[in-house]
C-alpha cells in the first residue's frame, strides 16, 4: 500500500466509522448470528497471494457489522460500558497511524511527558491529594495485579522475586466476595493461591466489607502464623455496586501495616462529581487507586489509571533494568514500563488529552450526573410497576431488579433476560444477590439520553408481559 492509498483507505474508513456510529440505533444491539455463523464466512487457510483492498472491505461490511455486539450502542446496559467518545476515536487514529513504542522516555518522550500531566489532571479531578502520582495501564486488571506483587513483595521484604513463595510462610490478603474476579486472577499469577484470598463478610446498604471482620481475619492470621499481605478494597463493585468503607478499612491497613488497594474500575469515574466523593471517602489513605476512563469517562479502550502513593514500591517491585533499556546521560526521568508488567506501551495519554479537553470536566460531569438521574428515576418507575421489585438500589447508575412472575423465579428472570435481549431495543445481564437471580441495569453509554431510558422501560415491561403466563 502505498501513501496514496493508505490516504484513501484510511479516509474510507474513518467515513464509515461514522456512518456505523450515526446508525447504531436501528441495530439490534447483541448480535443475533449462532456460533459458528461468521467462521463459516472466512476462508480456512491465508491468500498466498495479495487481495485488493475492495475485496477485504466489502468482505468486512458483509461478515462483521451483523457479528458484532454493539458496545457503543446508546441502549446498551448491560455489564459496564466501554465507551469510546468519538474525539477520543480520532485521538486513537492518530495514535495507531504513529504507531509508537512509548515503553521508555527515550522511545517517545512526548508520550510519557503528556502521561505525568494528564494523569496529574485526573488526579485534580478525582480531589485525591497531591502525594499521588499516576501511570495508565491497559486494564484494571493489570493495575491490581501490579498492587498485588507490590504487597507481597513488601510483606516478604522484597525477597519474593528473588527467593520464590516456597521460601516463606503463607501470605495473606483480605477482599469481600463483592470484588472483581480480577483480584483473584492476580492472586493466581501472583503465586499467593486462591486459598489465601481471605474473604471478609459484607455488612450495610452498600454490601462493604465488615472492618471488624477484617481485623479479626487478620489478627486470627498473626495468631496462626501466616504474613498479612495487603487488603483489595472496592467502590462500585460489578455485580451490585457494593462499597466498601474505605476509611475505616484504611484504619485498619494502618493499624496493622498492610497495603491498600482501592479498585473503582467502573465507579471512580464519577468521582469527578464531588458530590459522589462519599462512596469512597478515605481513599486518601489507600497505597494504590484504579480506575478505567475506558469504562464510564469516554475513553476508548484499552485506558486504565492507577495512583500511587509511592510509585518506587511498585517500581522496586517490577523494574529490570538490562543494559539496553536504558537511558544515559538524563538523570530523574520517568520510564513507565517500569511501573506496570507489559515492558510494550501504546500512546495512551493522547486520548485522554483530546478528550479532556474537548469535552472539559463539566461536559462529562453533566454526562454522568445525567446517567445517574435517569437510573434513579428508572428504577423508581420499576418499582412502581405490581410485577417487579428493586433487589439492589441504585448505586450511581447501577441497579438490579427482578420480575415476579412464574413458578421457578431464577428461571424466569433468566428467561426474561434472555427475551429481553432477543428483543433487540435494550441489552442487559443478569447477576446472583444472596443466591437468586436478578437483573442488572447500568446506565453509561455516552450518548444515551433520556428516550434510551424510556425504551429501557418499554422493553423491561413489554417482554416481561408477553412471557408472562
Known amino acids: ?14 467515513d464509515w466509522g461514522a456512518d456505523y456510529r450515526a446508525g447504531l440505533r436501528e441495530r439490534p444491539v447483541r448480535a443475533r448470528t449462532k456460533p459458528g455463523d461468521i467462521a463459516r464466512q472466512i476462508a480456512d487457510h491465508a491468500p498466498e497471494t ?13 461478515i462483521v457489522p451483523d457479528g458484532l455486539t454493539h458496545w457503543q450502542h446508546p441502549r446498551f446496559f448491560a455489564y459496564f460500558p466501554a465507551n469510546a467518545a468519538p474525539v477520543s476515536v480520532v485521538a486513537d487514529y492518530l495514535v495507531t497511524a504513529i504507531a509508537a513504542q512509548c515503553m521508555l522516555w527515550q522511545t517517545s518522550p512526548a508520550a510519557t511527558e503528556m502521561e505525568t500531566k494528564v494523569t496529574d489532571w485526573l488526579r485534580q479531578a478525582l480531589g485525591l491529594p497531591a502525594g499521588f502520582a499516576g501511570v495508565i495501564q491497559d486494564s484494571a486488571s493489570t493495575a491490581t495485579l501490579a498492587a498485588v506483587l507490590t504487597m507481597r513483595e ?11 513463595l516456597a521460601a516463606h510462610r503463607a501470605v495473606r490478603v483480605y477482599a469481600s466476595g463483592q470484588v472483581h474476579t480480577s483480584i483473584d486472577r492476580a492472586i493466581w499469577i501472583s503465586g499467593i493461591g486462591e486459598a489465601n484470598l481471605v474473604r471478609i463478610p459484607t455488612a450495610g446498604p452498600l454490601n462493604g466489607m465488615d472492618p471488624e471482620a477484617l481485623a479479626a481475619a487478620i489478627a486470627a492470621d498473626l495468631a496462626a502464623g501466616h504474613i498479612p499481605a ?12 457494593a462499597c466498601d468503607p474505605i476509611g475505616a478499612v484504611a484504619a485498619v491497613a494502618k493499624r496493622y501495616g498492610l497495603y491498600l488497594h482501592v479498585d473503582a474500575a467502573w465507579a471512580g469515574s464519577a468521582m469527578i462529581c464531588p458530590e459522589f466523593r462519599t462512596l469512597w471517602e478515605g481513599v486518601e489513605a489507600a497505597d494504590s487507586i484504579v480506575f478505567n476512563p475506558h469504562k464510564w469517562l469516554g475513553a476508548n479502550f484499552d485506558c486504565s489509571v492507577q495512583f500511587l502513593r509511592d510509585p518506587e514500591a511498585q517500581v522496586r517491585t517490577l523494574a529490570i533494568h538490562p543494559e539496553y533499556l536504558k537511558t544515559h546521560g538524563h538523570d530523574g526521568i520517568v520510564n513507565y ?13 493522547l486520548k485522554l488529552w483530546f478528550l479532556m479537553r474537548h469535552h ?3 461536559g462529562l460531569r453533566a ?16 418499582a412502581a410497576e405490581p410485577d417487579f421489585e428493586i433487589v439492589s438500589a441504585p448505586v450511581l447508575s447501577l441497579f438490579s431488579f427482578r420480575h415476579t412472575g412464574g413458578a421457578d423465579a431464577d428461571a424466569h428472570n433468566i428467561a426474561l433476560t434472555n427475551a429481553i435481549n432477543d428483543d433487540g431495543r435494550i441489552y442487559l445481564t ?3 444477590v444472596d443466591g437468586r437471580i436478578a437483573i442488572r441495569f447500568q446506565a453509561g453509554q455516552f450518548e444515551m439520553t433520556q428516550a434510551d431510558a424510556d425504551a429501557a422501560l418499554a422493553a423491561i415491561t413489554g417482554v416481561a408481559r408477553r412471557l408472562s403466563p
Open 360 to 362: 472539559g470536566l463539566e
Open 337 to 349: 514500563s517500569e511501573w506496570s508488567v507489559p515492558l510494550g506501551r501504546r500512546f495512551r495519554a
Open 50 to 62: 495479495g487481495e485488493p483492498m475492495e475485496a477485504i472491505f466489502a468482505d468486512f461490511e458483509r
Open 367 to 382: 454526562m454522568i450526573r445525567n446517567h445517574v438521574a435517569w437510573a434513579r428515576a428508572l428504577a423508581e418507575r420499576l
Open 154 to 164: 513488601r510483606a516478604l521484604g522484597w525477597k519474593g522475586n528473588s527467593e520464590g
Open 230 to 241: 495487603g487488603i483489595v478494597a472496592c467502590t462500585g463493585g460489578t455485580s451490585i455496586g
Open 430 to 432: 443478569q447477576t446472583r
Open 1 to 14: 500500500m502505498d501513501n496514496e492509498e493508505f490516504r484513501r483507505w484510511s479516509q474510507r474508513a474513518a
